[in-house]
Nanobody, 124 residues
């Protein structure tokens, strides 16, 4: 599956952004979709994930209550609604697709396909 992330940009602290990740190729609805991010000089970290039918969602503690992941299988798209953004949220955000077991949902190796990343910059 090919992934194309979009929606990044510059926003002030406290603002909101919605990222999108559009998929093409193989059957999108069969995949768990995840968002990861990498800040300058830091390792890539898990942000959120959603199972193929939207029945289960997972969040990093740092974004819980502020970010919401959702998907529309009719549009082959997964979304990340980001509210109450903080400067620490500044990073390149990547979407991934895979079929990870529960213990691998929050790690990079749980996903097989990746988009190109979209930059989110939160100013203070």
């Amino acid at each position: 599956v090919q992934l194309q992330a979009s929606g990044g940009g510059l926003v002030q602290a406290g603002g909101s952004l919605r990222l999108s990740c559009a998929a093409s190729g193989r059957t999108f609805s069969g995949y768990t979709m995840g968002w990861f991010r990498q800040a300058p000089g830091k390792e890539c970290e898990f942000v959120a994930a959603i199972r193929w039918n939207g029945g289960s969602t997972y969040y990093a503690d740092s974004v819980k209550g502020r970010f919401t992941i959702s998907r529309d299988n009719t549009k082959n798209t997964v979304y990340l609604q980001m509210n109450s953004l903080k400067p620490d949220d500044t990073a390149v955000y990547y979407c991934g697709a895979g079929t990870p077991i529960l213990s691998r949902v929050r790690i990079l190796h749980g996903y097989d396909s990746w988009g190109q990343g979209t930059l989110v910059t939160v100013s203070s």
